[in-house]
């Protein structure tokens, strides 16, 4: 397998064709931006991390029956991944207040919500990846009704699997964003990454944030937030 052409660079990853069709190569990036990237910056071995958080992660979701891209991690930034097409939606999952809801609802962050609150928001970098609902989301395309409704059961499932998992570390999953593509089947499976950049993860004692708000909010300790989270997964993975 050889590494081709970059296909495409967002702002913490790069995509790299191979000489399969539908195969792509995923290279994590050590640049974080935040607040749509008016906010820029780089965390000492987050590519590291993020690949080897994602990787233990995609791996755990897959044995549990969840249809991801992931299929082996390749070295310390790069991951070989099933090429999809990105459906140009954020799946955003809440358990907890925080973040732009609890902004945007005028609540303080923390309190524990007694449904799942699920939010999609438009691909959009020039729109600021706007909120938006689901007749929105059929309108432009995006997705159709049942789509969305597989889009959102897939959420949910994940939802379960992650919060368990996390709670076995300690951690409280407040809540996370995934992106969904159609492979070549036309199939809908989890794509991108679940790492500190794309979850809010709390310690349950000390309510420590061992996330991306660490950088967003300049709260320091940064990447000992993205190892912690790392070394906490392989033990309770066995890894
Ligand atoms: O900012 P907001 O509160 O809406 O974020 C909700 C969750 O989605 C957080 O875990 C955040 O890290 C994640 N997120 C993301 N990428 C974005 C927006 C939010 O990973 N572009």
């Not at 300690?170 to 999953?173: F, G």
């Not at 349950?204 to 309510?207: A, L, V, Y």
């Given at each position: 397998m050889t590494k081709g052409a970059m296909l495409y660079e967002g702002k913490a990853k790069q995509v790299f064709e191979t000489d399969h069709p539908n195969e792509v190569i995923v290279r994590f990036k050590d640049d974080a931006t935040a607040f749509n990237a008016q906010k820029k910056g780089s965390v000492d071995l987050k590519g590291e991390m993020n690949n080897a958080i994602t990787t233990l992660i995609f791996d755990y979701l897959n044995h549990k029956g969840i249809p991801t891209h992931f299929i082996k991690k390749l070295d310390e930034r790069e991951q070989l991944v099933k090429k999809v097409h990105i459906i140009p939606l954020e799946m955003v999952v809440r358990n907890y207040s925080a973040g732009s809801m609890a902004q945007r609802l005028g609540v303080e962050e923390g309190i524990k919500s007694p449904v799942t609150i699920f939010d999609i928001c438009y691909k959009r970098d020039d729109l600021g990846d706007p909120l938006i609902n689901d007749h929105h989301a059929v309108f432009l395309g995006a997705a159709t009704y049942d789509e969305l409704d597989e889009m959102y059961e897939l959420s949910s499932d994940i939802n379960d699997i992650l919060i368990e998992l996390f709670d076995q570390m300690?951690?409280?999953?407040v809540d996370f964003k995934i992106e969904l593509g159609k492979d070549s089947h036309g199939k809908i499976i989890l794509a991108d990454e679940i790492s500190p950049d794309t979850c809010r993860l709390w310690d349950?004692?000390?309510?420590k944030k061992l996330d991306k708000d660490r950088f967003r909010r300049d709260l320091g300790e940064v990447t000992e937030a993205y190892v912690e989270i790392y070394e906490r997964l392989k033990k309770v993975l066995n890894k």
């Open positions: 300690n951690i409280i999953l349950k004692d000390t309510m």
